[in-house]
């Protein structure tokens, strides 16, 4: 009885550990929303998509209502596209993305015409892998 009960043990504790490194390995290979995604929305959208705050004595608003600058305002969206700016798993669902492959003359490519470079298609190909593998922030909050 006592051996079986070790060997048990040993059995559950060997399948924890293959669990354990199967999904680090897999971990590894993720799209890292901290150190790859977050630079380019600062680059590219935090001008417009900050918290509200006071730039020059004047109160600038997040345009469409839209934050980008924290995991809770970005999975909460905009206006227009609320609970759509990233739909987990659903690149061609999310705002987010889209408006960055609109083409420049588009009123919603983002972002928008004259206001700075299109994203590079490496990096909306990234964006959609990270939406992809289930827009996982991490541990990164942001702007609360
Ligand atoms: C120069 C300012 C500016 C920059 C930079 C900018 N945006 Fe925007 N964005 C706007 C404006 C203005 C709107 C509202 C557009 C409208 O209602 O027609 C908007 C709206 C949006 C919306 C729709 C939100 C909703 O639900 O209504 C998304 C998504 C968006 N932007 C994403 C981005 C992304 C991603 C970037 C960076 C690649 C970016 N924007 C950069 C000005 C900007």
Not at 59 to 68: A, V
């Amino acid at each position: 009885m006592k051996n079986t009960l070790a060997l048990t043990l040993a059995a559950v504790l060997a399948l924890g550990v293959s669990f354990t490194t199967t999904t680090s390995a897999q971990d590894a290979g993720k799209v890292d929303f901290e150190k790859q995604i977050l630079p380019i929305l600062k680059e590219s959208c935090f001008k417009c998509h900050e918290k509200e705050h006071e730039d020059n004595g004047k109160i600038k608003k997040p345009k469409g209502g839209l934050r980008l600058d924290g995991a809770a305002v970005i999975m909460k969206g905009g206006k227009e596209y609320p609970e759509e700016n990233v739909v987990a798993g659903k690149p061609d669902a999310s705002w987010l993305v889209k408006t960055m492959a609109l083409p420049d003359t588009d009123d919603l490519a983002m972002p928008p015409e004259g206001k700075g470079d299109r994203i590079t298609p490496a990096n909306i190909d990234l964006i959609k892998k990270w939406i992809t593998e289930g827009a996982s922030f991490g541990a990164w909050k942001g702007v609360e």
